[in-house]
């Protein structure tokens, strides 16, 4: 359920604000316990905010960052969601954040409920590794297989993923919907009117009772 919009000009000032109220959401975690776990996606959307965030001065050492989903490829590839992470967020004073990868660790199930969860939205559709077609769709969008890292396939998706399940991400203490672009503006608002889930699994999400704040610009 999307709760509150944040409209921007420009990238930039989108990235600028994502970055800060993420920050502040961050040092509110380790405020109140000592430790906060980010959850980010993939894909291409997110590098600006990835490096403005880098550059904020929270205590990373206390930080846990993880992704919502994962392509079952090397870190060596161009398409992982891992090296990306590592080459535009682990940067500047997030360097001393604790990267948790997907990818070969069991222990990764363990870093939910997140703080603070980022999603991006396929102009298919999709959000997290939910797309249309997905072998294991209905796994990834509740809570029967058991596990929370669900591993799909799917038409659209380039290769086999790791995705958290839409149960684990919808418990994250702070949700938001990151998109760019007209485009995109358009497949948010098809999703957001009537028609079945498994067309625009990102309707899942928009449907369920976790408060979302999209954050848009052109
Ligand atoms: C992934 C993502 C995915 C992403 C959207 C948007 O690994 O593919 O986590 O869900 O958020 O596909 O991707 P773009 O930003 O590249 O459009």
Redesign the pocket.
Request: hydrophobic share 20%.
């Given at each position: 359920m999307i709760e509150a919009e944040r409209i921007f000009e420009a990238r930039e000032a989108l990235a600028e604000t994502l970055a800060r109220d993420v920050a502040d959401e961050l040092e509110r975690a380790i405020e109140a316990k000592g430790k906060a776990t980010l959850a980010v996606?993939?894909?291409?959307?997110?590098k600006l905010f990835f490096e403005k965030l880098s550059a904020t001065g929270i205590p990373w050492s206390r930080v846990s960052v993880t992704?919502?989903?994962?392509?079952q490829v090397p870190e060596t590839s161009e398409r992982s969601?891992a090296r990306l992470v590592r080459r535009h967020l682990l940067q500047n004073k997030a360097a001393a954040a604790t990267f948790i990868p997907l990818l070969d660790n069991p222990q990764a199930e363990k870093s939910v409920p997140f703080d603070v969860a980022i999603?991006?939205?396929?102009?298919d559709g999709?959000?997290?590794?939910f797309f249309p077609g997905g072998d294991r769709l209905k796994d990834a969008l509740d809570d029967s297989a058991g596990t929370r890292l669900i591993a799909i396939t799917a038409p659209g998706a380039g290769e086999p993923?790791l995705t958290f399940n839409l149960p684990a991400i919808a418990q994250a203490g702070r949700l938001a919907l990151h998109i760019e672009g007209e485009e995109?503006r358009k497949v948010l608002q098809k999703a957001l009117s009537d028609g079945p889930a498994e067309e625009m699994p990102v309707r899942a999400l928009l449907r369920s009772a976790a408060p979302l704040t999209l954050y848009w610009a052109p």
């Open positions: 996606s993939g894909g291409t959307t997110p992704l919502i989903d994962e392509r969601n999603l991006g939205m396929g102009s999709h959000t997290a590794s993923r995109k």
